[in-house]
């Protein structure tokens, strides 16, 4: 029986949220306090992680022995051939070409280097809702109102799209043959653990996110790298993308590249749990938001920032939602104190923890002073009589009132 | 006069309420409950499970039918409440330090280090400054005076970044304050660049000369902007039920009652303070008293594996370790979990320890005379650390889980942690008397066995004697010298059948020093202690089986009952 001394709510039901969407880097922001927003708009623009791309020309002495097709500061688009070099009579050619774009910074003719400031990369919400405050080079406050699923952990940058189910049940896994191209640009919903060919397989076929029980702790280290590390041209080498090789494909932001990943249990081999799977499974086909929160690590001590899926309610962009206007939900984290104070004899309760399924019964009065843990650690417990029949000891951190 | 007070704790996992009763004899302790704190977001009162706590400590005091109305309430503040502090100084390993060192003290936690040597480039400095979710800014550099006619001071470009760089308050709406504890010379140039952009608090200089470091004023002035900052935040409004009640950081409260006890017992002191998701150290050495916050999410998976009893454990010590780190709270309920769960507070511990080692030193940067004794030494020049475990016979465990975890769990992290030489008597606070105690006005004398559960005694020889042998250690009972058991290689449990004043006599060889320097006898009383244990491993020395030897260590301490012990060793599940 896992207990929480820690009363974190794990799922929060028709509840005002906030999300602080931070710029990966230095920011500036496109929008105002008070502004709606859709999961398309723009929050803002942040300088682009690598600042200069290089292109390196062959040289002869002190001088590019290529032809040069540029100037320093002319705007250059990604794949733009930036000059040429024929030698052995016309036998050789090189082409050389821009990797973003951006701006021509320098030509150094000594090295052959050509340095290119990248275009700084845009943000979008992805949460529709309203701005609440923007904080200055960090990111923007977004508010709206909608059910949430607290992540345990998680990796990658916020993305949203349509829900699909892949897993008949929270114990299920998922085989990475269940995903194919056609999820593209959708947030999968695996069962319980995810393996990294899962993921491997979800990256190739340019899936949004994915939410899951738990994974090993090694595969999240992976994919965390990944997430840091893996550029475009990275992408296309490593997966073999023919059709996004073309010219005018598309290319992402590179916040988009890798698909976000949020753990509602955590690390290991944990199935999901019945009360989140449910109600993500509500919300089949439906958008929805997902963070990993990588970010998180960049504005330490933040309550708003960590790992999680928020179902905003449609037309949230333009509701008003304010802290007096907490929804009744079961694990509004406002109600925790309140739902302590009602578990007084009589109360019904669900028991979480006993068994996979969550169990519900009546609560028949505080616990001894000794109830303790298997490992004689003491709880703050009480007694609850189950539909069974059968009289248990939980610790409070177990239970949920319901009302 | 019997006068009656309420302390309550709002920390990270659990809010906690007691009821004390105080009169010359002492103080006593009438009632206690806790209530799991909710997690501190913007939109919680946290002082709603406050008030829960303090109602059931009521009723639980007045359940002998006499009425309660404490005289006055403390409470102190853990829970995301607590003063979140970014300290500021010219050189790290000096004003740095002692910036750091006068916010620690006043119970805060230090987010960042800024300095000119802190390794950064100046607009990192900005945006990790602005990244922070900080309370105030503790800054300081440059002694008192002769400070500009050296040229433009590096304590003009500490005060540049700080402008540049601080974030506003979260919340109020309001300026994040400055407590200015640098140079008093340079007070008016730094006015000048702050501008009407930062609200500046004035103290004393805390090194107005090399020589000397004065954190009292900017310790002050630290607790007297949490005191008036905390009634802002939306978190806290609901402190105005409990009327007038003194608002401390809980690490200020227990810090005060560490140097309380240690002025008592006229000994120096190391206290621990397990919370969960960081462990604090206080420390009263030679009448330096110094704080440190350690969070546990610096362990490594790699450093834990040696705590461990059994090598199948290691498999899943990644994700338990990642998930604690992710939720500290959780607690273990399988004896498989605590194994795993005590292998990581160990290795926390150790590494607590080493940065308090670093932090309580002698004052860096000072001009100090040679001693005749130290012509040949290199390494005077101050930096010194004044953790030095032969000077400490007292440490005490307390904060939240010395209250879930038993006395032998706990006795069983302390020889590894702390690397223990002498005699060292081991106490643990599982009432969480010691944060309490700045609430009781006529302070008790704090004697440890009085309020405190005494643990066991650890009789150790350090590093300074790798071999010893069965007429090392001695007990005196009833004037006569008793030798004790000692296994080289093992640690040893030695029952104390009567609790009465027992005195326990190490006898080192010419070279081994125990407290009383090379080859002196050195003896200690111990006063209502069960269990003594003399550990006479050497330190540092690489086992042939590091799990066997986890797991006799934890067999004689009585932590796993014998079948979990047997269990691992056969390699069963």
């Not at chain 2, 303070?273 to 009448?287: E, H, K």
């Not at chain 2, 030494?377 to 400490?392: C, F, H, P, S, W």
């Not at chain 2, 209502?528 to 030897?549: I, M």
Request: glycine fraction near 10%; proline fraction near 5%; aromatic fraction near 6%.
């Amino acid at each position: 029986m896992a207990v929480y001394a820690l009363s974190r709510p794990r799922v929060l039901k028709d509840a005002p949220v906030r999300r602080l969407r931070i710029f990966p880097s230095v920011g500036e922001s496109m929008v105002s306090p008070g502004s709606k927003v859709e999961a398309g708009t723009i929050l803002g623009k942040y300088a682009s992680r690598q600042r200069l791309r290089f292109v390196r020309m062959e040289t002869a002495g002190d001088k590019i022995a290529a032809t040069l097709l540029v100037t320093e500061g002319q705007k250059v688009k990604r794949g733009e051939v930036l000059g040429y070099y024929s030698y052995m009579f016309g036998l050789g050619y090189t082409e050389y070409t821009s990797p973003c774009d951006g701006e021509i910074e320098v030509i150094s003719h000594a090295t052959g280097r050509v340095a290119i400031k990248e275009e700084p990369s845009e943000m979008a919400s992805h949460l529709p809702g309203t701005v609440e405050h923007v904080e200055e080079a960090v990111g923007v406050l977004v508010r709206t109102r909608g059910h949430m699923v607290v992540g345990a952990a998680g990796a990658g940058y916020a993305r949203s799209g349509a829900l699909v189910r892949k897993a008949g049940e929270p114990t299920e896994q998922v085989s990475p043959q269940k995903v194919s191209p056609q999820d593209a640009d959708r947030v999968v919903l695996a069962g319980s653990t995810v393996t990294k060919e899962l993921l491997e397989a979800c990256l190739r076929s340019r899936v949004a996110a994915i939410i899951a029980g738990s994974a090993p702790f090694s595969v999240v280290q992976w994919y965390e790298n990944l997430v840091q590390e893996l550029d475009w041209d990275e992408f296309l080498a490593r997966y073999w993308a023919r059709e996004l090789k073309k010219k005018d494909a598309v290319v992402p932001r590179p916040t988009e590249i890798v698909p976000a990943l949020v753990l509602t249990e955590g690390y290991g081999n944990m199935p999901m749990s019945d009360e989140a799977f449910e109600l993500l499974s509500s919300f089949e086909g439906k958008p929805v938001f997902v963070d990993g929160a990588s970010l998180a690590g960049v504005a330490a001590g933040r309550w708003d920032a960590g790992p999680c899926v928020i179902m905003p309610f449609a037309g949230a962009g333009g509701e008003e939602a304010t802290d007096g206007s907490a929804g009744s939900g079961s694990g509004d984290p406002a109600g925790r104190p309140k739902a302590l104070r009602e578990l007084a004899p009589g109360v019904r309760v669900r028991v979480y923890g006993l068994t996979r399924e969550p169990v519900e019964g009546t609560v028949e009065g505080p616990a001894q002073e000794d109830s303790a843990l298997p490992v004689s650690i003491p709880v703050n417990s009480v007694r609850v009589v189950t539909k069974g029949g059968e009289t248990i000891t939980v610790p409070a951190a177990n239970i949920q009132a319901l009302g | 006069m019997v006068n009656s007070y309420v302390h309550l704790d709002i920390g990270n996992t659990v809010t906690r309420a007691k009821a004390w009763s105080a009169s010359a004899q002492g103080a006593r302790l009438l009632a206690s409950a806790t209530i799991p704190t909710p997690p501190a977001l913007e939109s919680v009162d946290l002082t709603e499970s406050a008030f829960l706590a303090y109602t059931e400590v009521k009723a639980k005091v007045e359940e002998s039918g006499q009425r309660f109305d404490p005289e006055e309430i403390l409470v102190t503040v853990s829970a995301a409440g607590e003063p979140r502090v970014a300290c500021a100084g010219v050189v790290k390993g000096i004003s740095g330090e002692s910036a750091k060192r006068a916010a620690l003290v006043a119970g805060a936690t230090v987010t960042d280090l800024l300095a000119v040597d802190d390794g950064r480039l100046e607009y990192q400095r900005i945006l990790d400054l602005r990244r922070q979710d900080i309370s105030m800014v503790v800054m300081a550099g440059g002694v008192d005076e002769e400070i500009l006619g050296q040229g433009r001071h590096q304590l003009f470009n500490v005060a540049k970044v700080v402008a540049a760089g601080l974030p506003d308050r979260r919340g109020a709406g309001t300026k994040v304050p400055v407590v200015y504890a640098a140079s008093l010379e340079g007070r008016e140039e730094v006015l000048k660049i702050f501008g009407d952009s930062v609200d500046v608090v004035w103290t004393d200089n805390v090194r107005s000369r090399l020589e000397e470091e004065n954190l009292e004023p900017a310790r002050d002035a630290v607790l007297n902007l949490f005191s008036t900052g905390i009634r802002h935040d939306p978190r806290f409004t609901g402190l105005g039920r409990f009327g007038a009640a003194k608002v401390l950081p809980t690490g200020h409260s227990t810090g005060l009652s560490v140097r309380r006890m240690a002025e008592v017992l006229k000994q120096n002191v190391l206290v621990i303070s397990l919370d969960g998701d960081t462990i604090q150290v206080f420390s009263q050495i030679r009448g330096v008293f110094t704080r440190t916050v350690t969070p546990v999410t610096r362990v490594q998976a790699k450093d834990v594996t040696r705590w461990l009893p059994s090598a199948r454990l290691g498999e899943r010590l990644d994700d338990v370790l990642a998930n604690w780190k992710a939720a500290p709270g959780t607690l273990p309920a399988s004896w498989d979990d605590l194994a795993l769960y005590l292998a990581i507070q160990k290795q926390a511990l150790l590494e607590a320890v080493r940065e308090h080692s670093v932090t309580a030193i002698e004052l860096r940067g000072i001009h100090r005379q040679r001693q005749i004794g130290e012509t040949f030494q290199v390494n005077v020049k101050g930096g010194d650390t004044l953790v030095r475990m032969e000077r400490i016979g007292t440490v005490c465990i307390t904060g939240f889980l010395a209250g879930l975890l038993s006395p032998a769990a706990l006795l069983s992290l302390v020889p590894d942690a702390f690397e223990l030489h002498g005699v060292t008597k081991v106490y643990v606070d599982r009432e969480g008397v010691l944060e309490s105690l700045a609430a009781v006005q006529e302070e008790p004398d704090l004697l440890p066995e009085s309020l405190l559960t005494p643990a066991g005694v650890i009789l150790s020889p350090g590093r300074n004697e790798e071999r010893i042998g069965t007429r090392w250690a001695f007990i005196k009972k009833d004037s006569t010298l008793e030798p004790l058991l000692v296994k080289p290689g093992e640690i040893c449990h030695i029952p104390i059948l009567a609790p009465h004043p027992v005195v326990f006599e190490l006898h080192p060889s010419g070279k081994g020093d125990v407290g009383d320097g090379e080859g002196r006898r050195f003896s200690a009383q111990a006063v209502g202690f069960g269990s003594a244990y003399v550990d006479a491993r050497v330190f540092g020395r690489k086992t042939d089986d590091r799990y066997r030897e986890n797991r006799n260590t934890y067999r004689v301490f009585g932590v796993f009952p014998d079948d979990v012990l047997s269990g691992w060793e056969r390699g069963m599940k």
